[in-house]
């Protein structure tokens, strides 16, 4: 059974950081993708940023220059680091991965439980 776990949410004043982790457990072959989303209370889950396996990434417009994504393909492991933060980054965050488990399975979309990031002004 593949999980997803975050970590790393918590707390901060503006214009601090945190740095979220998400670790993929289990048995697997490899995993593609990797993104994180958040929802904020009554809106819309919103894609903040991903990345391939390969390293391409791509972010929202409102976290470009001060969100970074990264991943560990060793560890089966992927980062968002969050500088700047401000108010409206108050969310929960969630992990999501494309994960098989074999070369000839086809890619599954996994999610994880979601960490909570709290920015005060």
């Known amino acids: 059974q593949v999980q997803l776990v975050e970590s790393g949410g918590g707390s901060v004043q503006a214009g601090g950081s945190l740095r979220l982790s998400c670790a993929a457990s289990?048995?697997?072959?490899?995993?593609?993708?990797m993104a994180w989303y958040r929802q904020a209370p009554e809106k819309q889950r919103e894609l903040v940023a991903s990345?391939?396996?390969?390293?391409?990434?791509t972010y929202a417009d409102s976290v470009k220059s001060r969100f970074t994504i990264s991943r560990d393909n060793a560890e089966n492991t992927g980062y968002l680091q969050m500088n700047s933060l401000k108010p409206e980054d108050t969310a929960v965050y969630y992990c999501?991965?494309?994960?098989?488990?074999?070369?000839?399975?086809?890619?599954?979309?996994?999610w994880g439980l979601g960490t909570q990031v709290t920015v005060s002004s």
């Open positions: 999501t991965a494309l994960i098989r488990y074999s070369p000839s399975n086809t890619y599954h979309n996994y």
């Open positions: 990345i391939t396996n390969g390293g391409r990434t």
């Open positions: 289990g048995s697997f072959f490899s995993i593609n993708n």
